[in-house]
């Protein structure tokens, strides 16, 4: 089968992106505004979509100094790119955009599908890559692991509500589906961006739920062991800039 190559206009974060969840971004570097721009020049009834890579580093920072200036996206990355961003990333498409007094946009997108970044164009206002879309295969034994992820990530919650000092909200369901719990649950945990993106970037949705199953039983072993932990240091995320 041939894959499927497309060019999409690139947004680097400070996180991950995962396939069904949503993404509040406050929009107000020139070099995004000008990509939501060429977004909205788009017609109303078709599809208006970026992509979201993670920055290995964490944080996107222009250089400062005496000569240099934010002229390009390039400029907070260095010569390398390829080195600066994760090589998968997910589409992410545009349900509002809000124009802000000041110029920016305060902009709500939905991930969908999950990218490969084949090679990157910094030659304009903002990265454009082509990209190579990554089918979502399950794998085998993906229902099996689904029930066990569950319950390992409902006993997740109740331990790290507690080690938050919160109580914990009514029990919610959670999706049956294999493929979306994968994808919740990569979300909902407190983990680093490197290992998020480790989980974006499995080969199937059982390898996925496994890898997850893994790093459930370990954080909760974790979280147990150690009740006093200061809640920073379980609730430390980074902010997502631009």
């Known amino acids: 089968m041939t894959a499927v190559t497309v060019s999409l206009p690139l947004f680097p974060l400070g996180a991950v992106l995962f396939p069904g969840l949503v993404l509040p971004l406050n929009v107000f570097e020139e070099r995004y ?7 909205l020049a788009l017609p109303a009834d078709g599809p208006r979509q970026f992509g979201v890579v993670a920055i290995r ?8 100094g005496p000569g240099t200036a934010d002229t390009g996206p390039a400029a907070g990355f260095g010569p390398d790119l ?9 589409v992410a498409d545009v349900a509002s955009v809000q124009e802000q007094s000041g110029g ?15 090679s990157v164009d910094a030659s304009g206002p903002y990265l454009v890559g082509e990209v190579e879309m990554l089918p979502e295969e399950p794998g085998t ?3 099996a692991l689904t029930s066990a992820v569950d319950r390992a990530f409902r ?10 000092e919160r109580t914990l909200a009514a029990p919610q369901e959670l999706p049956d589906r294999p493929s979306v719990l994968s994808y919740l649950v990569a979300a909902a945990m407190v983990v680093e961006v490197p290992v998020k993106q480790r989980l974006l970037e499995c080969a199937d949705t059982a390898a996925r739920l496994a890898e997850e199953l893994a790093l459930l039983r370990r ?24």
Request: with cysteine; proline share 5%; aromatic share 6%.
């Open 33 to 39: 505004r000008a990509l939501v721009r060429d977004l």
């Open 57 to 64: 580093d964490g944080h996107e920072v222009a250089p400062s």
């Open 82 to 90: 390829d080195r600066a961003l994760y090589p998968v990333g997910c």
């Open 104 to 118: 920016g946009y305060e902009l709500v997108a939905t991930g969908t599908t999950r990218f490969r970044v084949l």
């Open 141 to 143: 034994g993906a229902g």
């Open 155 to 164: 006993g997740y919650q109740k331990l790290l509500a507690g080690a938050r």
């Open 219 to 242: 954080e909760t072993a974790l979280i147990g062991k150690l009740p006093s932990l200061p809640a920073v240091e379980l609730t430390r995320q980074r902010t997502n800039r631009n």
